[in-house]
């Protein structure tokens, strides 16, 4: 299976956008997704999760109140809503999946990875 993330640009500080996490030949149904990010120079950080059934979520501290991950399992796509974005939140973004239906926050709990869309953000 492969993933794609994608949605990333060049946004204003304050701005918004929204990532798109889609597979190709496997469904994403049973499995949760996380969103992680890897500035220049930094370790690969977890930014979200959301477990198989979209009820469950969780947030890196530092995207709290401004982003919010979600799903549609109808169209197999997970989701990263991103506003008020700061300059720190320029990076590489990725989408993981899991084999396994609850959510994770460590990069080695996931299985299968996208490529990465790039975010950047000016002041």
């Known amino acids: 299976v492969q993933l794609q993330a994608f949605g990333g640009g060049l946004v204003q500080a304050g701005g918004s956008l929204r990532l798109s996490c889609a597979p190709s030949?496997?469904?994403?149904?049973?499995?949760?997704v996380g969103w992680f990010r890897q500035a220049p120079g930094t370790e690969r950080e977890f930014v979200a999760a959301?477990?198989?059934?979209?009820?469950?979520?969780d947030y890196a501290d530092s995207v709290k109140g401004r982003f919010t991950i979600s799903r549609s399992n109808t169209k197999n796509t997970v989701y990263l809503q991103m506003n008020s974005l700061k300059p720190e939140d320029t990076a590489v973004y990725y989408c993981?999946?899991?084999?396994?239906?609850?959510?994770?926050?460590?990069?080695?709990?996931?299985?299968?990875w996208g490529q990465g869309t790039l975010v950047t953000v000016s002041s």
């Open positions: 993981a999946v899991r084999r396994f239906s609850n959510i994770a926050t460590t990069t080695h709990s996931y299985d299968v």
């Open positions: 030949g496997r469904t994403l149904v049973n499995y949760a």
């Open positions: 959301i477990n198989y059934s979209g009820r469950r979520t």
